[in-house]
């Protein structure tokens, strides 16, 4: 039974040793199970290439690449990174998916049909196989419940620049409709995360309750951003913003993109929720995806 908490590797020395911590970390690190790991071990034992590529770990590269079986061609570039443990091969810190498993592997990274950029992102943490940023892009490019969305919406608002010292010091909020429903959104400039909430009613002390909600579990923000909605420029939520404490800035009626970036997530949730919907997906997933996927670099 493989554990990731209990890798074992024969050492005799401290370097091997050092080399058993690491990789132990990396697997406890990794999102998946210990029934994924034990699969990806089964199907590797499996793989002619990677069983290939094992031996050229084991045993040691050649000294120039047309002495490379042809199979493993691809992996001469980086044969540095190799490592084998227990029958998973890791480059670097992340596991070379056996060829068996990479289509289940798509759906997985997929599942919440986030868009190219992002789903290479999510996948950069955690695995890897030669050509897998490539193969990502063809594989959603063909993915119907996206192109339809893509179809469908050509135009998203302006996201917003400003980005404060610390998480949940500023935050976004809007309302929007849904299948039927409306929903409360609130985003933090700092992280990008997310939080949303289905309204019973669109009054103030609704929208106020759900507000005290998210500010309980994350903290109460130092700047609330909002549109001019009916809900947020009456004197129930001007008193909340007095009463817990935080600035409530005000887009102007005019010009509703100053609240750029909760309207950006706005149109953000929408995809999400329909293209779940459309594939009968949990919608739930797609916005743990979302969340899981490492922003972009400033």
Known sequence: MLSQASIKINTNNEVENDIECFVNMVIRNTSMSDRNLEQIMEETSKDDTLQTLTRLIIDGWPDEKNEVPKEVFEYWNFRDELSNVNGIILKGEKIIIPTSMRKNMFNK???????????????????????????????????????????????????????????????????????????????????????????????????????????????IPSKVQSDSGSQYISAEFRQFAESWGFTHTVSSPHYQQSNGLAERFVQSVKKMLSKSKQDGKDPYIAMLKYRNTPLEKS
Not at 124 to 135: E, L, T, V, Y
Not at 168 to 178: A, L, P, R
Not at 198 to 205: M, Q, T, V
Request: glycine share 4%; with cysteine.
């Open 109 to 219: 990274l997929h599942e919440g049909h986030l868009g190219i950029e992002k789903t290479r992102k999510l996948a950069r943490d955690s695995i890897f196989w030669p050509g897998i940023n490539a193969q990502i892009t063809d594989f959603i490019s063909k993915c119907s419940v996206c192109l339809e969305s893509r179809r469908s919406n050509t135009k998203e608002p302006m996201a917003e620049s400003e980005t404060p010292e610390l998480p949940w010091m500023t935050v976004g909020t809007d309302i929007f409709y849904w299948n039927n429903s409306n929903y409360l959104i609130i985003v933090d400039y700092y992280s990008r995360y997310f939080e949303i909430a289905k309204l019973e009613n669109i009054r103030a002390s609704c929208v106020i309750t759900h507000m005290k909600s998210v500010f309980a579990r994350h903290g």
